[in-house]
């Protein structure tokens, strides 16, 4: 009677495992599902076989438990943080992320503490489930055990079969089912899309010599503000706080005899991998996962700075979030590459942001743009608008930046980002802040600084769905800012707005952006970006 009882038990417990993931799925509503038709099969598996394969047995089935949990649990976190599904073949890559991000909210002790801590329940759950398992497999199992099991195993299998139909579909679904067979198909479409791109790479492309007469020599500057997207305008949330950027924005430039157009573009990401929208528009390709970018990297085929470098201009990454070694810099093809540990800052770290966005503009314009001997493209990521969005600082007198040892005063300022992330209306208050605070940065250089260069301002990518909502645009505002009118014109015929507010319409992805500055700048007819494909990871559960 014990074992029974035990057994029930720890069934009601294999079958929680498995369904409190999908509570949370966007496409679930609790309490559906309440049935996992696996935990029927295992059971029934358990008492059917003979004692000792079933005790072999038990250790399998534990570890395709945990796996699923994992699985699930995986889907739900890129969901979350990148607004897709979890896709092995490109997001384990990622995981060293999720130490180094967790190190930037609650510190490098606690975080590896927190890290242990979790793989040991992994593997105590681990132990102890399979022991569980191994007990539920009856010594002297007879005839109408065996034929118990039996019975289990088929109503699992028929459970899973019709786990759509109505009304079994109303109760009963099949996780681990779900999360293994989705987990393949998004592996195989990863393997058939590599294959596609990597043919489209290897097609010969049209030679076209790059002068960029247009800009008569004016420097270009490529800048990228983190997480700012279309959400900053169009979500109520944020309207206020993001037209009233844009007007700070507009009153600095009018200032300086500067004006802008506008328009949105796709990202081919959200909340994160900065690097792929960067790469999507220095490239013209769809980059929407890791497998393009480094196949277009070891492909060295054209891109934005190949680009300007043929027309003799010297190319420049100020790149203050790379605190290690970046061999795709060297791939890409820059002339000079000004990393954190280039870029002399005497300030204190502001949490994951190494440096606040005015010192990146201050740096930008005393170390490398007066310095720089031929006429400059230079591409930069602004990181003040990068979680966890705390400490928001002032922007300082500029005359007094130097070094940046004036950021001293603010080393242990503001909430710390546990206590910022803890609450989600003081998230999206702190996002807010901290885009304002770097459209203010960028608008106040461009005044004093950018003189008469070309200034591309842009959004990287949408925040996570926790902070722009799961059904928000990917699209990011695009600013092209200059006093030569004439240069303007041509990003009006190309489908862009005057201003800095963008239209309600996009006209296209981030991909797309290269053809249009090439066919203002330098005035030829460039090969057309890759049509868009559905970013990797991004394949849909399958239907519930």
Known sequence: MRQVIVGLLLAVGINLLLVAPEWWMPYATFPHPWLAAEVLVIVGLLLLMPYRPARWLAGVLSVLVLVSVALALSDLGTGLALGRSMNLLIDLPLASSVEHLLRGAIGGPLAWLTLA?????????????????????????????????????????????????????????????????????????????????????????????????????RDVILAFIESYGVSMLRDPRYRPTGQQALANLAGSLESAGLSAVTTTLESPVQGGQSWLAHGSVLSGRWISNQIRYDLFLNASGPSLIRDFDEAGYETVALMPAITAPWPAGRQWGYDRIHDHARIDYAGPPLNWVTMPDQYTWHYFQTAVRESAREPLFAELALISSHAPWTPILPIVDWASLNDGSVFQRWADAGPSPGSVWSDGDRVRRHYARAVDYALRTAGEWAARDLGDGVLVLLGDHQPAPLVSGEDASREVPVHVITRDEELLQGFLEQGFQPGVLPPEQGIGTLADLRGYLLAVFDGGQENPASEPAPAMGSVAPSAH
């Open 117 to 217: 801590a979790t793989a040991l329940a992994v593997i105590a759950l681990m132990i102890g489930l399979t022991r569980g398992l191994q007990q539920m497999a009856p010594r002297h199992g007879g005839l109408p055990v065996r034929l118990l099991g039996l019975a289990l195993v088929g109503m699992g299998l028929l459970l899973n079969h019709y786990r759509d139909a109505w009304p079994i579909g109303m109760a009963v679904d099949a996780p681990a089912v779900i999360r293994f067979s989705d987990q393949a198909d998004r592996m195989l479409r990863t393997a058939r899309e590599r294959e596609a791109f990597a043919s489209a790479l290897a097609a010969p492309e049209r030679s076209v010599e790059r002068s960029m007469d247009r800009l008569a020599g």
